[in-house]
């Protein structure tokens, strides 16, 4: 059973910094496409980053040098350093997965991911 664990959030100031996790497990970790989403209130869930298997990262435009995504596929984790944080920053920020395609992420930007957690918050205060 495929389980995915975020922590690490909380309030920050504006320009301050915060590191998220996600704990995988129940699945080869190292074989699938991971990313982080995020959901403002009031807003449709965004896709924030990707990381397939190999590596590779796709950002959205709007955290484009501030956000890292990475992975640690030895402590099946994911991780998503934040600087340099904004007040539009603030949302639900989820963990998701997926399992198919020997961990490549779809093609389409945001779409494909099959299995989320159940988030952590995210509060930018100025």
């Known amino acids: 059973q495929v389980h995915l664990v975020e922590s690490g959030g909380g309030s920050v100031q504006v320009g301050g910094s915060l590191t998220l996790s996600c704990a995988a497990s129940?699945?080869?970790?190292?074989?699938?496409?991971m990313g982080w989403f995020r959901q403002a209130p009031g807003k449709e869930r965004e896709a924030v980053a990707d990381?397939?298997?190999?590596?590779?990262?796709r950002y959205a435009d709007s955290v484009k040098g501030r956000f890292t995504i990475s992975r640690d596929n030895a402590k099946n984790t994911l991780y998503l350093q934040m600087n340099s944080l904004k007040p539009e920053d603030t949302a639900m920020y989820y963990c998701?997965?997926?399992?198919?395609?020997?961990?490549?992420?779809?093609?389409?930007w945001g779409y494909g991911m099959q299995y989320w957690g159940k988030g952590t918050l995210v509060t930018i205060s100025s």
């Open positions: 990381i397939d298997s190999t590596g590779n990262t």
């Open positions: 998701a997965a997926r399992l198919r395609a020997g961990g490549d992420c779809f093609p389409i």
């Open positions: 129940g699945y080869t970790y190292s074989s699938s496409c």
